[in-house]
């Protein structure tokens, strides 16, 4: 895809880091940075996953040859490994440029009074507590060169709640509140704060949601003609590949099928 004439120069030389690069969206916006940009940037791949990383790495040095990947095993909801991450961060790679806040999953579909303390830990410490501190540990070196992007992977459900996605509503709400208030925190400085709010998008999500039980997750998405990862990615990178003084802040990225999380048009077989 063309992001028009200027988009290649301004992501020239930049360094992404992306969380939660081992599939879905992640991933797909790894290789849509490395194509728009001509391989002339340096990737920073995070998941839990690390041989996907690698793998995704080898696919991207293959057909880059001036790409720089790193890959790193990184748990969000960790944070001390965050710490770590950032500690041992090589020189090369340091001066990140644009952070894809993207990790992040939903867990079932209990309703309250029946939600495990798990799964609701697990979205809040991933979706929320570890968005949060990849931000807090990259923004003193945004506000340091005054300049830097931070893309928030927040949903469909940060603007809308329904019967059973309680807690990962909940997260992506407070996420939104989150992201809200960094950008008015944000406006005397040159760093641009993004939130995408995809609807149904075909990934690992549901799959994810459904503890891996793929046939349930292949029935909920029936008839639904979903968006791609490579949609989102585009979305990404358009957004980031924009003049410095253009942020497309907030944006609800919707299948066409789609009007809300609870308006969607499934087709008959
Ligand atoms: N798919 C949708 O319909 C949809 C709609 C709206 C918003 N979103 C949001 O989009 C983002 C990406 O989701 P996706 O659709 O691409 O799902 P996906 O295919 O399941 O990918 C999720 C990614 O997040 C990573 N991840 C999950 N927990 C992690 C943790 N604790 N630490 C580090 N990485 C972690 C996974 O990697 P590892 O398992 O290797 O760690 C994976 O790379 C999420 O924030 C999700 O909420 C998705």
Avoid: W
Wanted: net charge positive.
């Amino acid at each position: 895809m063309s992001y028009g004439s200027k988009a290649t120069g301004r992501l020239a030389g930049k360094t992404i880091l992306i969380t939660g690069a081992s599939a879905g969206i992640g991933e797909a916006t790894a290789i849509e940075y490395a194509s728009a940009a001509k391989g002339e940037l340096k990737l920073i791949l995070t998941a839990r996953r690390l041989e996907k990383l690698d793998s995704l790495k080898s696919k991207l040095e293959a057909e880059f040859p001036n790409i720089k990947v790193l890959t790193v095993k990184l748990d969000v909801s960790d944070l001390s490994a965050i710490e770590k991450f950032f500690k041992e961060l090589p020189k090369e790679f340091s001066d990140v440029d644009v952070l894809i806040n993207n990790a992040g999953l939903a867990k079932g579909f209990a309703n309250v009074g029946e939600i495990s303390q798990n799964d609701l830990d697990c979205m809040f410490n991933t979706n929320v507590i570890g968005n949060i501190a990849m931000v807090q540990h990259l923004l003193p070196l945004f506000k340091k060169k005054n300049s830097g992007d931070i893309v928030q992977l927040g949903s469909v459900a940060s603007r809308e709640s329904y019967p059973g996605g309680a807690i990962y509503c909940a997260t992506k709400q407070a996420l939104r509140a989150f992201t809200s208030a960094l950008r008015k925190e944000s406006i005397n400085t040159k760093i641009r704060i993004i939130e995408i709010q995809p609807g149904s998008v075909d990934t690992e999500f549901s799959d994810v949601r459904f503890y891996g039980d793929k046939v349930a997750s292949k029935k909920l998405n029936e008839g639904i003609e979903q968006l791609s990862a490579d949609d989102i990615a585009e979305m990404i990178v358009f957004f980031t590949s924009r003049k410095q003084n253009t942020v497309v802040a907030e944006s609800l990225i919707l299948p066409t099928c789609q009007a809300s999380r609870s308006h969607t048009y499934r087709h008959s077989k």
